[in-house]
């Protein structure tokens, strides 16, 4: 029987942050626009409208695009706080889109980003937590606090986003800082700490691909403000490097991973191997276009048996065109045939009405290139694709995201694309001619996210525009509609839904097929709605970032009770990919989550049946990110063609137990540990936890092969990801 998870988002905060929650407050007064003596206490904000800390102010009708907010958090602050080992207290107010100034009681405590009338003008900081320590002098002990929150906002969306307020002990974590850092086998460690103290490091080193230690050591060290401790710690590849730093007079710890990415997936076979979707879905008369996603030693030649009327194959490349008239389903063998070898995969394509049957595989521009993105890194970014053979694992669509339109419309109404997208038509030809897809952005406002042109007004004129440049996908932002929705009264279910039914009107009208991507953060439940208007998939959450607190929140604390919304033609999205290098705009970095917080990534995407859309700069992508990416057999629990997506069976403590059935009678089980040291789980046990007896083999998907019953170590923020057989 499936348990209850999480029944607030402190819960999920307690597992994904280990929080040390005394006080919580999930909403606040909010007004637009800027006053100074709306930091005082004394300020009345009865006539201010109430919003919610766990979500942006566009979500709750707010339009304030690059304007300022304030934020006035109410709080009885009990002296039990006094008790704190400093005598400090932390105001804990995670992430804030983009820049903020924080005031308690009339006291300015924290400043974190810069605005336009900063010297040096605007800077954000939308993903970095908020953590004020303040003194105690400032608090009116067990009465009312004013915690005052001054917001600026360039660009949609803005203000607070993602969780409640806390107020709490300060911990270790606020005072000691502890960088790890690595060159040429040689790891280096920094502890600094604000105040005077003392405390233990322990070193491990471990085997990451075994998790044997390979060496462990612990020694005292005293930290002060004036004197940085420093230490050398030599390491090879394929081992871990792992820092605690622990002071007895906090209960939790500082810690520090150097990871050398450790690949799982075994090399594919130089004879042709199949990778693809079973199935797939077309309307009667619409273009067809699709890859067959061989992968092997080229050149390779394809074939098709049981092709119907009307649908061409290009042998060289594998790439299926034309079009069906009849409905029906039409069962073809694909093969594929090189050097090494010949195979064959049986495959059905669906005409019907339904398109979009298992979940889309591709490239969106945003998580890399943000408002930077042009068509020539597009064009880079889909020959990377192939050239890599991501496109022989299925990857698909190359989505182009924000800031691809002209600033104005021609005189019919009809949006051009500004000078960084010189052929949009002719940029779809080359993918189609591919057989890969092209995506588009919008958003049902005047105005997108990025102060691009919206679709408002002009819903039919775009469909008709993006069918004419052959575009495939379209992902729909909320962004410039909320201050439409803000003028109206309206605040139904109805409301939000009806945006995004005119657009589908005109979208289904079109002679190609487009799949239809809703991007509104989860507003009014969507996923109980998403599939009246014909949306092939709808965002259920906020943006992700590149972090184990975003990761674990949108992962473990935002998608379990979703289950019974998804199913084939209609996907639950939690957001696209954060692995390899990104960066959301000219400046990339690579993905601040540890190898196994990756490989946890990946695994609960395929379990959740979600899109597995790539957002990193594959031009530039790594040996460890292309073969995270091009599990076979991962990938084939995201693209089962059942569509059911999986449920949380078991949470104990850290460890979470998900499991989903198979089209083929089977079950994959991901078993995650969100906490923060190694645990042993014993496989015959774990699985009798989750009621799954009977079966006859139980397989390692990451690293393709059979398990014996045992006992495992699944790492820290890591996962085991199993396909068990009846």
């Not at 009865?46 to 709080?75: C, E, M, P």
């Not at 945003?366 to 890194?377: A, F, I, R, T």
């Amino acid at each position: 029987m499936k348990k209850q998870i999480f029944a607030t988002l402190a819960a999920v905060l307690s597992i994904c942050a280990a929080h040390a929650q005394l006080v919580m407050v999930t909403e606040a007064k909010f007004h637009v626009g800027d006053n100074p003596a709306w930091s005082a206490p004394a300020f009345d904000d009865g006539s201010w409208q109430t919003l919610s800390l766990v979500a942006d102010w566009d979500r709750q009708g707010i339009s304030n695009t690059n304007g300022f907010g304030w934020y006035r958090i109410h709080a009885v602050i009990p002296s039990s706080l006094k008790e704190s080992v400093t005598g400090q207290v932390l105001l804990d107010l995670g992430p804030i889109d983009d820049s903020d100034e924080t005031w308690l009681n009339g006291h300015l405590v924290g400043k974190t980003g810069t605005t336009p009338h900063d010297a040096g003008g605007y800077e954000g900081f939308w993903t970095k937590p908020r953590r004020y320590v303040v003194d105690p002098e400032l608090i009116r002990w067990d009465e009312e606090n004013v915690i005052a929150v001054q917001v600026y906002n360039g660009g949609d969306p803005g203000g607070f986003y993602q969780r409640p307020a806390f107020i709490s002990f300060p911990e270790l974590k606020d005072y000691v800082t502890l960088s790890l850092t690595g060159k040429d086998g040689k790891g280096t460690a920094a502890l600094k700490s604000a105040v005077k103290t003392a405390g233990t490091l322990t070193v491990v080193v471990k085997d990451e691909v075994t998790g044997e230690v390979v060496r462990e050591e612990t020694a005292g060290v005293e930290l002060s403000p004036e004197k940085e401790v420093v230490r050398t710690i030599p390491y090879a590849g394929q081992q871990q490097v792992s820092l605690t730093y622990r002071d007895h007079r906090f209960d939790d710890v500082a810690m520090a991973t150097l990871s050398t990415p450790y690949i799982l997936t075994p090399p594919a076979p130089l004879s042709p191997r199949y990778n693809g979707p079973l199935v797939f879905g077309v309307t009667p008369g619409a273009p067809l276009i699709f890859r067959m996603p061989f992968s092997g030693e080229r050149p390779m030649r394809f074939e098709v048996e049981g092709l119907p009327e009307g649908v061409t194959l290009d042998a060289e490349h594998g790439v299926l065109g034309g079009s069906v008239d009849k409905r029906g389903n039409y069962p073809l063998v694909f093969r594929a045939t090189n050097a090494k070898g010949t195979a064959t995969a049986a495959f059905t394509l669906k005409v019907g009405d339904t398109i979009g049957l298992t979940p889309p595989m591709g490239w969106n521009s945003w998580n890399c290139w943000g408002l930077s993105v042009s068509q020539e890194k597009v064009m880079a970014s889909a020959q990377a694709l192939i050239d890599n053979g991501l496109a022989d694992y299925g990857y698909a669509y190359m989505n182009i995201d924000d800031a691809w339109q002209a600033d104005s419309r021609d005189v019919d109404g009809t949006l051009q694309p500004n000078s960084k997208f010189p052929d949009v038509r002719g940029l779809a030809d080359w993918l189609h001619s591919r057989g890969l897809r092209l995506g588009i952005y919008s958003s049902p406002g005047d105005r997108t996210c990025g102060n691009y042109l919206g679709s408002l007004g002009h819903e039919q004129k775009d469909a008709e525009t993006w069918n004419s440049w052959g575009v495939d996908y379209l992902k729909y932002d909320w962004c410039g509609y909320a201050k439409v929705f803000e003028a109206q009264d309206d605040r139904s279910t109805a409301s939000y839904v009806r945006p995004y039914l005119k657009m589908e009107e005109y979208l289904r009208q079109q002679p190609r097929d487009i799949f239809y991507s809703l991007c509104q953060y989860g507003m009014a439940d969507v996923w109980t709605w998403g599939h009246a208007v014909d949306a092939n998939s709808w965002r259920t959450t906020g943006d992700i970032t590149d972090t184990w607190e975003s990761l674990c929140d949108i992962g473990f604390g935002q998608q379990p009770e979703l289950y019974p919304y998804a199913r084939p033609g209609h996907w639950n999205d939690p957001d696209m990919l954060v692995v390899g290098k990104v960066g959301w705009g000219d400046t990339l970095h690579d993905s601040r989550l540890t190898a196994d917080e990756q490989y946890t990534h990946i695994t609960l995407w395929a379990l959740l049946a979600a899109n597995m859309l790539i957002g990193c700069d594959l031009s530039q992508i790594d040996d460890f990110t292309l073969n995270l990416l091009c599990n076979n057999e991962v990938n084939a629990v995201n693209q089962d063609p059942l569509g059911k997506q999986a449920t949380c069976d078991v949470a104990e403590d850290d460890m979470q137990q998900w499991s989903r059935p198979l089209a083929d009678g089977s079950k994959a089980v991901g078993i995650f540990n969100l906490g923060d040291g190694t645990v042993p789980m014993d496989l015959a046990g774990s699985l009798d936890k989750m009621g799954i007896t009977g079966y006859k083999t139980v397989r390692d998907l990451w690293r393709q092969k059979d398990l014996t019953m045992g006992t495992y170590e699944v790492p820290s923020h890591g996962v085991m990801f199993l396909k068990v057989s009846f």
